[in-house]
């Protein structure tokens, strides 16, 4: 299964490159994780609990960084197994380019999955995997950036003679006033 996607992230490429290292920041984006330690160069160890369809199952797995360009590209890999669930594994490559907004992060995955797991067939698992990748790399602009503003709070701080400021649906993709 492969997917590819990209992120405006308010934040500098070098905070979100060293936001991608932190095993905290990594236990805290990773949907499902109960623990993450290591370093970016010996590797990770994670376990991870995650239910696709029928199955539920905690993957004992490592996760290792590779081509490290700082502040511009890395690829991660992972594998993990399941038990009787099967096995997952795969890899992203992440690249980082300076923006208006801070860091356009954009990423390539290549998943794979055995056991239990490849049974359930493509069609759920490539839906998981998406919802998966997509989870972690918004879980990492939360981290970054803090939870996205509510609109009634902005309502709020706004004076009463000042005019409404009306959120449209170009602001919401592109972050842009």
Known sequence: MHMSDQREIKATPAEVYAAILDPETLKACVPGAQEVTGNPEEGYTAVVTQKVGPVKATFTGT??????????????TGEGKGGA??????????????????????????AKVGGKL????????DGFAKKMADQFFANLQTQLEGPPEEEGAEAEAAPADAP???KGW???ITGRA
């Open 63 to 76: 996760v290792t960084m590779s081509d490290m360009v700082p502040n511009e590209k890395l690829t991660i």
């Open 85 to 110: 669930a099967g096995f997952a594994k795969g890899g992203a490559v992440v690249t980082l380019t300076p923006s208006e907004a801070g860091t356009t992060l954009g990423y390539e995955v290549e």
């Open 118 to 125: 490849a049974q359930l067939g493509s069609r759920l698992i």
């Open 164 to 166: 409404e400021k009306k």
């Open 170 to 172: 170009l602001k919401k």
